[in-house]
């Protein structure tokens, strides 16, 4: 059995298991005993295999972490009352009438300045998504929206990661960089902007959301103080304070709040921590604000292990370096771009993070790009505009698992979140007027 086949299968393993609903960490582990058998089949000692899987899976612990505390935030955002406060206060000032393109716009804007889609979703994407399951919005275009505003930033902000990582790979310039993204994003945005419009017209938020504004005060303590965890994330990212530090800051501050303004004991809070947040009543708020905690991303966290040391076989194995020569064959400028949003979906099927479809795309490519004399600059924003923007859109990438998982939701948001599919689509059919409008640009 062939190693392009076992890839093949296991593929397909993946999408049957979406398809159907099943828990992607079992097609996942049947994936790893396919591609143990397989290798081992064709010579590789299977301790070396093991080891493999086992360096590359020690690179997800530092994921994990944040991943933890992603699930801590927003557990006890909620139980401080942070999340109620932005839910109480936003509520007043967006138009029920144009809510679904409210959440892009606000997303895209708060994405841009803390630098991260994770930190988006989980902060004020939690609080939007509380807003829809209030107005009786469906919740897959909502969470399409906030996932697709959540990574405009992550692919054009100056904080980004993932940008920095690939100037950084490239040896071009972010700023320089961030300009042409600018260039080639305008129209994606601008066509999602419209969709967003008319998918607002289509879906207000009811009256019910009105009801469920009203009883926010009942069971929080509402003042611009509760607001304090939220503030201290945007001005630590604004600072450039590493995640993990400034996500445990916003904790500790929002276990304080919870305690003497919200009045729930340390073991209440410690259980929010671990089980999440739940209120104790039976009003409408109850089924609407409930949700994060350690528990809630622990499976999350086993898909990245299992992936993590998935990629570690096929990289070590050097599997993909078949996959390369069939991309070689392909001359034009324009099958260029198809060839690098084809790698970094398949990148982002396999890597099942962005970060290694960013990787494993750079390496697959790079030797192409200098034999068609297309500049690093070029290659830069290629792969901003393939492997960043489309791992999200794989349903076992962790790139749109962890937010949809932390909006309480599935890959039922994948169809509205048009912008991510908007920005590969629309730069292969304008491949050539925006390559000729850049150079002219910074000639």
Known sequence: MSSLFSLTLCFVILLFSVTKGFFVAYSLGLSLVILLVTFTYRGFPFSSLLKMGYNSSQKAFSIITILLL???????????????????????????QYFVLSAFLLTCMISVLLGTSFGTVSTVGVALMIMAKGGNINPHIIAGAIIAGGYFGDRCSPMSSSAHLIASLTKTNLYRNLA??????WFPLVASILVYF??????PIQARSQNLLAEIPHFFDINLLVLCPAIIVFFLC?????VKVTLAISIAIAFFLGIFFQNYSWL???????FGFRLDSQAQLTDALTGGGILSMLRVSVVVVISTFLVGIIVGTKTLASVEKIFRRISSKSGLFLSTAAVGLVSAAFGCTQTLAILMTYQLMKEKYERENASHYQLAIDIENTAVVLAPLVPWNIAGLVPATVLMTDSGFIPYAVYLYFIPVFNWIGFKLVESR????FE
């Open 268 to 274: 209440q809070m410690l259980q929010f921590i671990v």
């Open 238 to 242: 604004l600072l450039k304070i590493e």
């Open 180 to 185: 042409y993204l600018m260039t080639t994003g």
């Open 70 to 96: 992603i699930g801590v935030v927003t557990s006890i955002w909620m139980a401080s009352g942070t999340i109620p406060a932005l839910v109480y206060y936003g509520t007043q000032f967006i138009n029920p």
């Open 438 to 441: 850049m150079q002219r640009k």
């Open 198 to 203: 008319f998918l607002s017209l289509g879906n």
